[in-house]
Protein backbone atom coordinates (compact mmCIF):
# COMPACT_ATOMS: atom_id res chain seq x y z
CA UNK A 1 0.00 0.00 0.00
CA UNK A 2 1.20 3.65 -0.98
CA UNK A 3 0.65 5.97 1.97
CA UNK A 4 1.32 8.93 -0.24
CA UNK A 5 -1.82 8.36 -1.56
CA UNK A 6 -4.68 10.56 -1.46
CA UNK A 7 -6.81 11.71 1.77
CA UNK A 8 -10.41 13.02 1.48
CA UNK A 9 -12.45 14.31 4.77
CA UNK A 10 -16.21 15.31 4.18
CA UNK A 11 -16.15 17.95 7.05
CA UNK A 12 -17.68 21.03 8.89
CA UNK A 13 -16.37 23.07 11.41
CA UNK A 14 -14.71 22.53 14.75
CA UNK A 15 -14.94 18.38 15.12
CA UNK A 16 -13.59 18.15 11.38
CA UNK A 17 -11.33 20.53 11.30
CA UNK A 18 -9.77 18.57 14.60
CA UNK A 19 -9.45 15.40 12.46
CA UNK A 20 -8.04 17.25 9.21
CA UNK A 21 -5.39 18.86 11.69
CA UNK A 22 -4.76 15.30 13.20
CA UNK A 23 -3.99 14.28 9.11
CA UNK A 24 -2.10 16.78 8.73
CA UNK A 25 0.40 15.54 11.23
CA UNK A 26 0.15 12.11 9.69
CA UNK A 27 0.08 12.58 5.36
CA UNK A 28 1.72 15.15 3.37
CA UNK A 29 -0.40 18.30 3.87
CA UNK A 30 -0.93 17.70 -0.24
CA UNK A 31 -2.30 14.90 -0.05
CA UNK A 32 -5.41 15.39 1.83
CA UNK A 33 -8.66 17.39 0.16
CA UNK A 34 -10.96 18.81 2.76
CA UNK A 35 -14.60 18.61 1.16
CA UNK A 36 -16.01 21.57 3.28
CA UNK A 37 -19.89 22.17 4.20
CA UNK A 38 -21.30 25.85 3.01
CA UNK A 39 -24.74 25.36 4.00
CA UNK A 40 -23.91 27.53 6.97
CA UNK A 41 -22.56 30.50 5.02
CA UNK A 42 -24.41 33.61 5.31
CA UNK A 43 -23.96 37.11 5.38
CA UNK A 44 -23.47 39.50 8.29
CA UNK A 45 -24.04 43.29 7.73
CA UNK A 46 -23.77 42.67 4.30
CA UNK A 47 -19.94 40.70 4.99
CA UNK A 48 -20.17 37.15 3.72
CA UNK A 49 -19.10 34.45 6.72
CA UNK A 50 -18.18 30.19 5.90
CA UNK A 51 -17.70 29.50 9.37
CA UNK A 52 -16.55 26.10 8.56
CA UNK A 53 -13.90 27.24 5.71
CA UNK A 54 -13.17 29.70 8.07
CA UNK A 55 -12.51 27.57 11.13
CA UNK A 56 -10.40 25.03 8.80
CA UNK A 57 -8.73 28.33 7.72
CA UNK A 58 -7.46 29.16 11.77
CA UNK A 59 -6.98 25.60 12.53
CA UNK A 60 -4.45 24.33 10.03
CA UNK A 61 -2.66 27.51 10.06
CA UNK A 62 -2.22 27.78 13.77
CA UNK A 63 -4.56 31.00 14.73
CA UNK A 64 -7.64 28.87 15.90
CA UNK A 65 -8.67 29.34 19.47
CA UNK A 66 -8.41 26.44 20.76
CA UNK A 67 -10.48 27.04 24.20
CA UNK A 68 -13.14 28.52 22.23
CA UNK A 69 -13.41 26.35 18.94
CA UNK A 70 -14.16 28.89 16.70
CA UNK A 71 -12.21 32.25 15.92
CA UNK A 72 -8.70 33.94 15.71
CA UNK A 73 -6.53 33.13 19.19
CA UNK A 74 -5.71 36.60 20.59
CA UNK A 75 -8.66 38.51 18.85
CA UNK A 76 -9.56 41.34 19.69
CA UNK A 77 -13.18 43.07 19.18
CA UNK A 78 -12.84 47.22 18.71
CA UNK A 79 -15.15 46.30 15.35
CA UNK A 80 -18.04 44.58 17.50
CA UNK A 81 -18.05 47.67 19.97
CA UNK A 82 -18.51 50.38 17.39
CA UNK A 83 -20.81 48.63 15.95
CA UNK A 84 -22.56 47.98 18.65
CA UNK A 85 -22.51 51.63 19.10
CA UNK A 86 -23.64 52.70 15.90
CA UNK A 87 -27.01 50.52 17.02
CA UNK A 88 -25.70 47.48 14.74
CA UNK A 89 -26.20 43.80 15.45
CA UNK A 90 -24.34 42.25 17.51
CA UNK A 91 -25.61 38.92 17.80
CA UNK A 92 -22.68 37.28 15.95
CA UNK A 93 -19.49 37.92 16.71
CA UNK A 94 -17.08 39.64 13.89
CA UNK A 95 -13.61 39.44 15.66
CA UNK A 96 -11.35 42.25 14.13
CA UNK A 97 -8.65 39.65 12.88
CA UNK A 98 -11.02 37.92 11.58
CA UNK A 99 -13.23 40.13 9.33
CA UNK A 100 -10.89 40.69 6.94
CA UNK A 101 -11.57 36.87 5.69
CA UNK A 102 -15.19 38.33 5.31
CA UNK A 103 -14.09 41.20 3.36
CA UNK A 104 -11.86 40.05 1.14
CA UNK A 105 -14.32 37.43 0.70
CA UNK A 106 -16.68 40.06 0.18
CA UNK A 107 -15.18 41.99 -2.11
CA UNK A 108 -13.79 39.04 -4.15
CA UNK A 109 -17.01 37.40 -4.79
CA UNK A 110 -18.33 40.91 -5.90
CA UNK A 111 -16.03 40.69 -8.92
CA UNK A 112 -17.63 36.97 -9.69
CA UNK A 113 -14.40 35.23 -8.37
CA UNK A 114 -15.77 31.85 -6.75
CA UNK A 115 -15.83 30.60 -3.34
CA UNK A 116 -13.28 27.63 -4.01
CA UNK A 117 -10.94 30.64 -5.84
CA UNK A 118 -11.07 32.65 -2.84
CA UNK A 119 -10.43 29.90 -0.77
CA UNK A 120 -7.89 28.38 -2.54
CA UNK A 121 -6.11 31.80 -2.49
CA UNK A 122 -6.32 32.69 1.37
CA UNK A 123 -5.00 28.72 2.17
CA UNK A 124 -1.93 29.55 -0.04
CA UNK A 125 -1.41 33.04 1.74
CA UNK A 126 -1.43 31.67 4.93
CA UNK A 127 0.71 28.50 3.83
CA UNK A 128 -1.93 25.35 4.15
CA UNK A 129 -0.92 22.70 2.09
CA UNK A 130 -4.38 21.04 2.55
CA UNK A 131 -6.46 21.09 0.02
CA UNK A 132 -10.07 23.16 1.11
CA UNK A 133 -12.96 22.73 -1.12
CA UNK A 134 -16.43 24.18 -0.42
CA UNK A 135 -18.85 21.59 -1.50
CA UNK A 136 -20.07 23.88 -3.95
CA UNK A 137 -19.89 27.57 -5.23
CA UNK A 138 -23.57 27.85 -5.66
CA UNK A 139 -25.65 29.10 -2.71
CA UNK A 140 -26.78 26.18 -0.52
CA UNK A 141 -28.13 27.18 3.04
CA UNK A 142 -29.19 25.18 5.54
CA UNK A 143 -32.75 26.02 7.11
CA UNK A 144 -34.27 24.90 10.04
CA UNK A 145 -38.31 23.87 10.38
CA UNK A 146 -38.65 24.84 14.05
CA UNK A 147 -41.56 25.28 16.42
CA UNK A 148 -40.57 28.92 16.15
CA UNK A 149 -40.94 28.66 12.25
CA UNK A 150 -38.20 28.33 9.66
CA UNK A 151 -34.60 29.53 10.68
CA UNK A 152 -31.30 30.38 9.04
CA UNK A 153 -28.86 28.10 10.35
CA UNK A 154 -26.92 31.24 11.91
CA UNK A 155 -30.52 32.16 13.34
CA UNK A 156 -31.14 28.65 15.13
CA UNK A 157 -27.65 27.96 16.31
CA UNK A 158 -25.98 31.40 17.45
CA UNK A 159 -28.79 33.94 17.83
CA UNK A 160 -31.42 30.89 19.31
CA UNK A 161 -28.36 28.92 21.04
CA UNK A 162 -30.27 25.50 19.51
CA UNK A 163 -33.07 26.10 21.63
CA UNK A 164 -35.82 25.66 19.23
CA UNK A 165 -37.48 22.11 18.88
CA UNK A 166 -36.37 20.75 15.41
CA UNK A 167 -38.39 18.67 13.21
CA UNK A 168 -37.09 18.86 9.59
CA UNK A 169 -33.97 20.42 8.04
CA UNK A 170 -33.88 21.68 4.65
CA UNK A 171 -31.10 22.62 2.10
CA UNK A 172 -31.92 25.52 0.23
CA UNK A 173 -30.41 26.15 -3.42
CA UNK A 174 -29.58 22.75 -3.11
CA UNK A 175 -31.48 21.18 -6.02
CA UNK A 176 -29.91 23.38 -8.22
CA UNK A 177 -26.11 23.39 -7.30
CA UNK A 178 -23.41 22.11 -8.54
CA UNK A 179 -20.31 20.46 -6.79
CA UNK A 180 -17.06 23.01 -6.58
CA UNK A 181 -14.60 22.07 -9.06
CA UNK A 182 -12.40 19.36 -8.02
CA UNK A 183 -15.16 17.85 -5.66
CA UNK A 184 -15.93 14.96 -7.52
CA UNK A 185 -12.57 14.67 -9.34
CA UNK A 186 -11.09 14.59 -5.67
CA UNK A 187 -13.47 11.50 -4.30
CA UNK A 188 -13.26 9.17 -7.61
CA UNK A 189 -9.63 10.17 -8.10
CA UNK A 190 -7.98 6.40 -8.37
CA UNK A 191 -5.39 7.79 -6.40
CA UNK A 192 -7.45 8.54 -3.33
CA UNK A 193 -7.27 5.76 -0.97
CA UNK A 194 -9.38 6.75 1.99
CA UNK A 195 -12.77 9.11 2.19
CA UNK A 196 -13.53 10.27 5.96
CA UNK A 197 -16.51 11.64 7.12
CA UNK A 198 -15.49 13.68 9.83
CA UNK A 199 -17.19 13.78 12.97
CA UNK A 200 -19.30 16.40 12.38
CA UNK A 201 -23.00 16.57 12.92
CA UNK A 202 -24.49 14.62 10.20
CA UNK A 203 -27.69 16.28 9.62
CA UNK A 204 -26.65 20.02 9.90
CA UNK A 205 -22.61 19.56 8.66
CA UNK A 206 -22.35 16.41 6.36
CA UNK A 207 -25.84 16.38 4.97
CA UNK A 208 -25.49 19.84 3.05
CA UNK A 209 -22.40 18.16 1.42
CA UNK A 210 -24.85 15.36 0.48
CA UNK A 211 -27.32 17.35 -0.72
CA UNK A 212 -25.64 18.84 -3.55
CA UNK A 213 -26.79 16.48 -6.55
CA UNK A 214 -23.46 14.06 -7.39
CA UNK A 215 -21.81 14.25 -4.56
CA UNK A 216 -23.48 11.21 -2.86
CA UNK A 217 -23.46 9.57 -5.70
CA UNK A 218 -19.87 10.16 -6.37
CA UNK A 219 -19.15 8.51 -3.22
CA UNK A 220 -20.90 5.43 -3.89
CA UNK A 221 -19.18 4.76 -7.14
CA UNK A 222 -15.87 5.89 -5.88
CA UNK A 223 -12.51 3.71 -5.57
CA UNK A 224 -11.58 4.43 -2.52
CA UNK A 225 -13.35 3.26 0.88
CA UNK A 226 -15.80 5.37 2.75
CA UNK A 227 -15.36 5.74 6.33
CA UNK A 228 -17.06 7.73 8.70
CA UNK A 229 -16.06 9.08 12.03
CA UNK A 230 -18.85 8.90 14.62
CA UNK A 231 -20.01 11.68 16.26
CA UNK A 232 -21.55 10.19 18.68
CA UNK A 233 -19.09 9.52 21.93
CA UNK A 234 -20.33 7.83 25.08
CA UNK A 235 -23.89 7.99 23.68
CA UNK A 236 -23.73 11.61 22.91
CA UNK A 237 -22.41 14.61 21.03
CA UNK A 238 -18.90 15.87 21.91
CA UNK A 239 -20.24 19.57 21.24
CA UNK A 240 -23.10 20.98 19.57
CA UNK A 241 -26.74 20.08 18.80
CA UNK A 242 -26.07 16.34 17.63
CA UNK A 243 -27.89 14.29 20.24
CA UNK A 244 -30.62 17.68 20.84
CA UNK A 245 -31.74 17.34 17.17
CA UNK A 246 -31.58 13.42 17.13
CA UNK A 247 -33.67 13.21 19.70
CA UNK A 248 -36.21 16.16 18.37
CA UNK A 249 -35.82 14.12 14.89
CA UNK A 250 -36.95 10.68 16.82
CA UNK A 251 -33.46 9.07 15.58
CA UNK A 252 -31.74 7.34 18.93
CA UNK A 253 -28.73 8.73 19.79
CA UNK A 254 -25.75 5.94 18.86
CA UNK A 255 -23.50 5.29 16.48
CA UNK A 256 -25.62 2.78 14.69
CA UNK A 257 -28.27 5.36 14.18
CA UNK A 258 -25.93 7.75 12.18
CA UNK A 259 -24.78 5.22 10.33
CA UNK A 260 -27.85 3.67 9.11
CA UNK A 261 -28.87 7.67 8.67
CA UNK A 262 -25.67 7.62 6.06
CA UNK A 263 -26.34 4.34 4.31
CA UNK A 264 -25.02 2.43 1.60
CA UNK A 265 -22.62 4.95 0.71
CA UNK A 266 -20.07 4.76 4.03
CA UNK A 267 -18.04 1.06 4.04
CA UNK A 268 -17.13 1.18 7.19
CA UNK A 269 -17.35 3.24 10.80
CA UNK A 270 -15.12 4.49 13.57
CA UNK A 271 -17.01 4.30 16.80
CA UNK A 272 -15.72 5.40 20.00
CA UNK A 273 -15.07 2.15 22.26
CA UNK A 274 -17.65 3.66 25.29
CA UNK A 275 -20.46 2.66 22.47
CA UNK A 276 -19.58 -1.03 22.23
CA UNK A 277 -23.04 -1.74 23.22
CA UNK A 278 -24.10 -0.24 20.40
CA UNK A 279 -22.29 -1.42 17.34
CA UNK A 280 -22.82 -0.11 13.85
CA UNK A 281 -24.34 -2.68 11.02
CA UNK A 282 -21.71 -1.49 8.98
CA UNK A 283 -18.50 -3.03 9.43
CA UNK A 284 -16.41 -1.04 12.20
CA UNK A 285 -13.64 -0.71 14.73
CA UNK A 286 -13.53 0.56 18.09
CA UNK A 287 -11.23 2.90 19.70
CA UNK A 288 -11.49 6.36 21.42
CA UNK A 289 -12.23 8.81 19.27
CA UNK A 290 -12.68 11.89 21.98
CA UNK A 291 -10.23 14.62 20.32
CA UNK A 292 -9.16 16.93 23.24
CA UNK A 293 -5.72 17.44 22.46
CA UNK A 294 -3.36 17.84 19.47
CA UNK A 295 -2.37 13.98 20.82
CA UNK A 296 -5.67 12.99 19.93
CA UNK A 297 -6.60 14.61 17.38
CA UNK A 298 -3.56 12.40 15.47
CA UNK A 299 -4.78 9.31 17.35
CA UNK A 300 -8.14 9.18 15.93
CA UNK A 301 -6.48 10.10 12.87
CA UNK A 302 -4.24 7.31 12.92
CA UNK A 303 -7.06 5.06 13.62
CA UNK A 304 -9.08 6.43 11.10
CA UNK A 305 -6.26 5.51 8.54
CA UNK A 306 -5.89 2.16 9.87
CA UNK A 307 -9.44 1.21 9.34
CA UNK A 308 -9.51 2.36 6.14
CA UNK A 309 -6.32 0.57 5.33
CA UNK A 310 -8.17 -2.92 6.18
CA UNK A 311 -11.45 -1.98 3.84
CA UNK A 312 -12.00 -2.47 0.53
CA UNK A 313 -14.64 -1.79 -2.40
CA UNK B 1 -29.47 89.72 16.55
CA UNK B 2 -30.72 86.18 17.38
CA UNK B 3 -27.96 84.39 17.95
CA UNK B 4 -30.08 81.36 18.33
CA UNK B 5 -30.02 81.62 14.88
CA UNK B 6 -28.97 79.28 12.46
CA UNK B 7 -25.07 78.62 10.89
CA UNK B 8 -24.23 76.61 8.22
CA UNK B 9 -20.19 75.34 7.26
CA UNK B 10 -18.98 74.12 4.08
CA UNK B 11 -16.63 71.62 4.64
CA UNK B 12 -14.09 69.18 4.41
CA UNK B 13 -12.02 66.73 6.22
CA UNK B 14 -9.93 67.59 9.48
CA UNK B 15 -9.27 71.63 9.23
CA UNK B 16 -13.15 71.80 8.74
CA UNK B 17 -14.00 69.39 11.69
CA UNK B 18 -12.01 72.08 13.75
CA UNK B 19 -14.07 74.94 13.16
CA UNK B 20 -17.41 72.88 13.59
CA UNK B 21 -16.16 71.87 16.68
CA UNK B 22 -15.16 75.33 17.91
CA UNK B 23 -18.76 76.25 16.72
CA UNK B 24 -20.27 73.61 18.30
CA UNK B 25 -18.65 75.18 21.91
CA UNK B 26 -20.58 78.71 21.41
CA UNK B 27 -23.75 77.51 19.66
CA UNK B 28 -26.52 75.13 20.06
CA UNK B 29 -25.34 72.06 18.11
CA UNK B 30 -29.02 71.51 17.19
CA UNK B 31 -28.22 75.39 15.40
CA UNK B 32 -25.05 74.30 13.52
CA UNK B 33 -25.39 72.79 9.74
CA UNK B 34 -22.63 71.01 7.97
CA UNK B 35 -22.56 70.45 4.03
CA UNK B 36 -19.65 67.68 3.73
CA UNK B 37 -17.42 67.06 0.84
CA UNK B 38 -17.44 63.72 -0.54
CA UNK B 39 -15.61 63.85 -3.75
CA UNK B 40 -13.27 61.92 -1.84
CA UNK B 41 -15.05 59.21 -1.21
CA UNK B 42 -14.37 55.61 -2.35
CA UNK B 43 -14.42 52.15 -1.50
CA UNK B 44 -12.00 49.98 -0.43
CA UNK B 45 -11.61 46.05 -0.58
CA UNK B 46 -15.48 47.08 -1.35
CA UNK B 47 -16.43 48.99 1.61
CA UNK B 48 -17.81 52.51 1.18
CA UNK B 49 -15.69 55.40 2.58
CA UNK B 50 -16.23 58.75 3.06
CA UNK B 51 -13.40 60.54 4.79
CA UNK B 52 -14.68 63.88 5.50
CA UNK B 53 -18.01 62.66 6.97
CA UNK B 54 -15.76 60.22 9.30
CA UNK B 55 -14.09 63.30 10.57
CA UNK B 56 -16.72 64.86 11.33
CA UNK B 57 -18.19 62.31 13.23
CA UNK B 58 -15.01 61.10 15.03
CA UNK B 59 -14.32 64.79 15.56
CA UNK B 60 -18.13 65.76 17.26
CA UNK B 61 -18.33 62.53 19.15
CA UNK B 62 -15.44 62.77 20.70
CA UNK B 63 -13.72 60.01 19.25
CA UNK B 64 -11.39 61.60 16.63
CA UNK B 65 -7.53 60.74 17.04
CA UNK B 66 -6.20 64.64 17.39
CA UNK B 67 -2.72 63.57 17.50
CA UNK B 68 -3.26 62.24 13.75
CA UNK B 69 -6.13 64.20 12.30
CA UNK B 70 -7.92 61.49 11.29
CA UNK B 71 -9.47 57.84 12.60
CA UNK B 72 -10.20 57.18 16.18
CA UNK B 73 -8.49 57.47 19.41
CA UNK B 74 -7.09 54.66 20.34
CA UNK B 75 -7.47 52.79 17.57
CA UNK B 76 -6.20 48.90 16.77
CA UNK B 77 -5.39 47.19 13.96
CA UNK B 78 -5.50 43.58 13.91
CA UNK B 79 -7.98 43.81 10.59
CA UNK B 80 -5.14 45.36 8.54
CA UNK B 81 -2.60 43.02 9.67
CA UNK B 82 -4.61 40.14 9.11
CA UNK B 83 -5.60 42.01 5.37
CA UNK B 84 -2.27 42.17 5.04
CA UNK B 85 -0.97 38.00 5.91
CA UNK B 86 -3.83 37.78 2.88
CA UNK B 87 -2.24 39.91 0.65
CA UNK B 88 -4.86 42.40 0.56
CA UNK B 89 -4.60 46.19 -0.14
CA UNK B 90 -2.68 47.67 2.95
CA UNK B 91 -2.15 51.14 1.12
CA UNK B 92 -5.20 52.79 3.11
CA UNK B 93 -5.33 51.82 6.66
CA UNK B 94 -8.70 51.10 8.02
CA UNK B 95 -8.98 50.71 11.78
CA UNK B 96 -10.10 47.89 13.66
CA UNK B 97 -12.59 50.34 15.20
CA UNK B 98 -13.27 52.80 11.83
CA UNK B 99 -14.32 49.39 9.98
CA UNK B 100 -17.78 49.80 11.88
CA UNK B 101 -18.73 52.65 10.12
CA UNK B 102 -18.10 51.40 6.70
CA UNK B 103 -19.35 47.69 6.74
CA UNK B 104 -22.86 49.40 7.98
CA UNK B 105 -22.54 52.00 5.99
CA UNK B 106 -22.12 49.56 2.74
CA UNK B 107 -24.80 46.89 4.24
CA UNK B 108 -27.23 49.96 4.40
CA UNK B 109 -26.20 51.72 1.06
CA UNK B 110 -27.14 47.80 -0.66
CA UNK B 111 -30.36 48.13 0.68
CA UNK B 112 -30.78 51.35 -0.34
CA UNK B 113 -30.66 53.91 2.21
CA UNK B 114 -28.78 56.98 1.06
CA UNK B 115 -25.62 58.72 2.25
CA UNK B 116 -27.74 61.35 4.03
CA UNK B 117 -29.63 58.99 5.99
CA UNK B 118 -27.32 56.76 7.12
CA UNK B 119 -25.31 59.75 7.69
CA UNK B 120 -27.77 61.02 10.28
CA UNK B 121 -28.89 57.86 11.87
CA UNK B 122 -24.92 57.52 12.67
CA UNK B 123 -24.88 60.86 13.63
CA UNK B 124 -28.03 60.12 15.69
CA UNK B 125 -26.33 56.82 17.97
CA UNK B 126 -23.11 58.94 18.95
CA UNK B 127 -25.42 62.10 20.20
CA UNK B 128 -23.81 64.55 17.92
CA UNK B 129 -26.21 67.58 17.91
CA UNK B 130 -24.88 69.29 14.83
CA UNK B 131 -26.85 68.24 11.46
CA UNK B 132 -23.81 66.51 8.99
CA UNK B 133 -25.32 66.50 5.32
CA UNK B 134 -23.33 65.09 2.68
CA UNK B 135 -23.11 67.54 -0.25
CA UNK B 136 -24.77 64.74 -2.31
CA UNK B 137 -26.22 61.15 -1.90
CA UNK B 138 -24.82 60.95 -5.67
CA UNK B 139 -21.52 59.20 -6.62
CA UNK B 140 -19.03 62.85 -7.07
CA UNK B 141 -15.51 61.40 -7.17
CA UNK B 142 -12.63 64.06 -6.80
CA UNK B 143 -10.80 62.93 -10.30
CA UNK B 144 -6.85 64.35 -10.45
CA UNK B 145 -5.03 65.51 -13.51
CA UNK B 146 -1.04 64.47 -12.87
CA UNK B 147 1.80 63.99 -14.51
CA UNK B 148 1.27 60.60 -13.82
CA UNK B 149 -1.94 60.16 -15.27
CA UNK B 150 -5.83 60.78 -14.17
CA UNK B 151 -5.57 59.74 -10.33
CA UNK B 152 -8.80 59.12 -7.79
CA UNK B 153 -8.33 61.35 -5.13
CA UNK B 154 -7.22 58.97 -2.60
CA UNK B 155 -4.97 57.90 -5.56
CA UNK B 156 -3.14 60.91 -4.94
CA UNK B 157 -3.90 61.57 -1.39
CA UNK B 158 -3.03 58.79 0.20
CA UNK B 159 -1.25 56.28 -1.92
CA UNK B 160 1.27 58.91 -3.92
CA UNK B 161 0.90 60.83 -0.86
CA UNK B 162 0.21 64.16 -2.50
CA UNK B 163 3.31 63.59 -4.76
CA UNK B 164 2.64 63.65 -8.28
CA UNK B 165 1.92 67.07 -9.97
CA UNK B 166 -1.58 68.33 -10.46
CA UNK B 167 -2.38 70.33 -13.48
CA UNK B 168 -6.83 70.24 -13.42
CA UNK B 169 -8.66 68.99 -11.08
CA UNK B 170 -12.45 67.21 -12.38
CA UNK B 171 -15.34 66.42 -10.33
CA UNK B 172 -16.59 63.18 -12.06
CA UNK B 173 -20.37 62.75 -12.11
CA UNK B 174 -20.68 65.84 -10.42
CA UNK B 175 -23.31 67.15 -13.97
CA UNK B 176 -26.05 64.81 -12.99
CA UNK B 177 -25.77 65.18 -9.42
CA UNK B 178 -28.27 66.39 -7.22
CA UNK B 179 -27.32 68.46 -3.92
CA UNK B 180 -28.39 66.06 -0.44
CA UNK B 181 -31.70 66.22 1.12
CA UNK B 182 -31.18 69.48 3.41
CA UNK B 183 -28.41 71.33 1.88
CA UNK B 184 -30.28 73.85 -0.75
CA UNK B 185 -32.91 74.08 2.69
CA UNK B 186 -30.03 74.78 5.13
CA UNK B 187 -28.15 77.74 2.63
CA UNK B 188 -31.37 79.18 2.06
CA UNK B 189 -33.61 78.98 4.88
CA UNK B 190 -34.36 82.87 6.54
CA UNK B 191 -33.16 81.67 9.87
CA UNK B 192 -30.12 80.84 8.87
CA UNK B 193 -27.46 83.67 10.31
CA UNK B 194 -23.90 82.95 8.51
CA UNK B 195 -22.44 80.75 6.00
CA UNK B 196 -19.08 79.39 6.88
CA UNK B 197 -16.57 78.27 4.36
CA UNK B 198 -13.96 76.25 6.50
CA UNK B 199 -10.33 76.48 5.75
CA UNK B 200 -10.20 73.22 3.60
CA UNK B 201 -8.09 73.13 0.73
CA UNK B 202 -10.41 75.17 -1.35
CA UNK B 203 -9.59 72.73 -4.59
CA UNK B 204 -10.13 69.61 -2.91
CA UNK B 205 -12.48 70.05 -0.64
CA UNK B 206 -14.69 73.32 -1.23
CA UNK B 207 -14.57 72.97 -5.17
CA UNK B 208 -16.27 69.13 -5.00
CA UNK B 209 -19.28 70.90 -2.74
CA UNK B 210 -19.91 73.81 -5.71
CA UNK B 211 -19.14 71.33 -8.09
CA UNK B 212 -23.03 69.99 -6.96
CA UNK B 213 -25.49 71.75 -9.53
CA UNK B 214 -27.73 74.29 -7.57
CA UNK B 215 -25.28 74.59 -4.36
CA UNK B 216 -23.16 77.50 -5.55
CA UNK B 217 -26.16 79.40 -7.23
CA UNK B 218 -27.99 79.10 -3.70
CA UNK B 219 -24.85 80.56 -1.97
CA UNK B 220 -25.58 83.45 -4.12
CA UNK B 221 -29.32 83.88 -3.34
CA UNK B 222 -28.85 83.18 -0.06
CA UNK B 223 -30.08 85.44 2.84
CA UNK B 224 -27.14 84.71 5.20
CA UNK B 225 -23.62 86.32 4.51
CA UNK B 226 -21.23 83.64 3.16
CA UNK B 227 -17.98 84.29 4.92
CA UNK B 228 -14.86 81.77 3.92
CA UNK B 229 -11.76 81.36 6.63
CA UNK B 230 -9.06 81.64 4.74
CA UNK B 231 -7.15 78.16 4.11
CA UNK B 232 -4.05 79.95 3.72
CA UNK B 233 -1.93 81.02 7.28
CA UNK B 234 1.29 83.00 6.79
CA UNK B 235 1.84 82.07 3.49
CA UNK B 236 1.55 78.59 3.46
CA UNK B 237 -1.39 75.82 4.09
CA UNK B 238 -1.44 74.60 7.65
CA UNK B 239 -2.02 70.68 6.42
CA UNK B 240 -2.13 69.15 3.47
CA UNK B 241 -1.10 70.12 -0.21
CA UNK B 242 -3.28 73.05 -0.58
CA UNK B 243 -0.12 75.26 -0.89
CA UNK B 244 1.71 72.63 -3.62
CA UNK B 245 -1.89 72.41 -4.94
CA UNK B 246 -1.99 76.10 -5.24
CA UNK B 247 1.67 76.39 -7.31
CA UNK B 248 1.12 73.65 -9.67
CA UNK B 249 -2.07 75.36 -10.40
CA UNK B 250 -0.34 78.74 -11.14
CA UNK B 251 -2.50 80.35 -8.46
CA UNK B 252 -0.03 82.38 -5.58
CA UNK B 253 -0.67 81.11 -2.55
CA UNK B 254 -2.64 83.61 -0.57
CA UNK B 255 -6.03 84.10 1.37
CA UNK B 256 -6.62 86.72 -1.95
CA UNK B 257 -5.84 84.21 -4.51
CA UNK B 258 -8.35 81.52 -2.43
CA UNK B 259 -11.27 84.68 -2.23
CA UNK B 260 -10.91 85.55 -6.42
CA UNK B 261 -11.41 81.82 -6.75
CA UNK B 262 -14.18 81.58 -4.88
CA UNK B 263 -15.66 84.63 -6.41
CA UNK B 264 -18.67 86.71 -6.38
CA UNK B 265 -20.69 84.19 -4.20
CA UNK B 266 -18.70 84.99 -0.95
CA UNK B 267 -19.23 88.07 1.19
CA UNK B 268 -16.18 88.41 3.48
CA UNK B 269 -13.29 86.50 4.33
CA UNK B 270 -11.51 86.21 7.64
CA UNK B 271 -7.80 86.19 7.24
CA UNK B 272 -4.84 85.16 9.41
CA UNK B 273 -3.35 88.26 10.93
CA UNK B 274 0.21 86.71 9.23
CA UNK B 275 -1.10 87.58 5.95
CA UNK B 276 -1.89 91.16 6.27
CA UNK B 277 0.58 92.05 3.25
CA UNK B 278 -1.95 90.09 1.10
CA UNK B 279 -5.51 91.13 1.98
CA UNK B 280 -8.39 90.33 -0.56
CA UNK B 281 -10.11 92.25 -2.49
CA UNK B 282 -13.57 91.54 -0.53
CA UNK B 283 -14.17 92.66 2.82
CA UNK B 284 -12.02 90.73 5.96
CA UNK B 285 -11.18 90.36 9.01
CA UNK B 286 -7.72 89.74 10.22
CA UNK B 287 -7.28 87.44 13.30
CA UNK B 288 -5.04 84.43 14.54
CA UNK B 289 -6.58 81.60 12.72
CA UNK B 290 -4.31 78.89 13.55
CA UNK B 291 -6.24 75.82 15.33
CA UNK B 292 -3.84 74.05 17.30
CA UNK B 293 -5.66 73.48 20.71
CA UNK B 294 -9.54 73.50 21.03
CA UNK B 295 -9.28 76.96 22.69
CA UNK B 296 -8.06 77.65 19.00
CA UNK B 297 -10.79 76.49 17.11
CA UNK B 298 -13.31 78.29 19.77
CA UNK B 299 -11.47 81.62 19.41
CA UNK B 300 -11.76 81.22 15.51
CA UNK B 301 -15.03 80.24 15.59
CA UNK B 302 -15.89 83.11 17.49
CA UNK B 303 -13.81 85.51 15.38
CA UNK B 304 -15.88 83.76 12.41
CA UNK B 305 -18.91 84.42 13.59
CA UNK B 306 -18.62 88.15 15.04
CA UNK B 307 -17.24 88.96 11.18
CA UNK B 308 -20.96 87.13 10.17
CA UNK B 309 -22.61 89.41 12.54
CA UNK B 310 -21.03 92.86 10.61
CA UNK B 311 -22.34 91.56 7.15
CA UNK B 312 -25.05 92.29 5.38
CA UNK B 313 -26.42 90.68 2.16
Redesign the interface.
Known sequence: MNDMRKIVVLTGGVGGAKLVLGLSRLCPTANITAIVNTGDDFRQ???PVSPDIDTLLYTLSGKSNRAQGWG?EG??W??M???K????PDWFAL???????H??R??AL?RHETLSAITA??AR??DIGVEILPMTDDAVATMLETDEGTLAFQDYFVARRCAPHVHAVNFEGAASARPAPRVIEAIMDADTRAILVAPSNPFLSIDPILSVPGIREALRSAIAPVEAISPIVAGASVKGPTDKLMRELRIPVSPAAVAAHYGDWIDAMLVDERDRHQPPGCPHHFADILMTSLDDRIRVARAGLELAKRLKR
Request: glycine share 20%; aromatic share 10%.
Open positions: MGLRESAFSAVSLGGGDGDLALVMGEARFAW
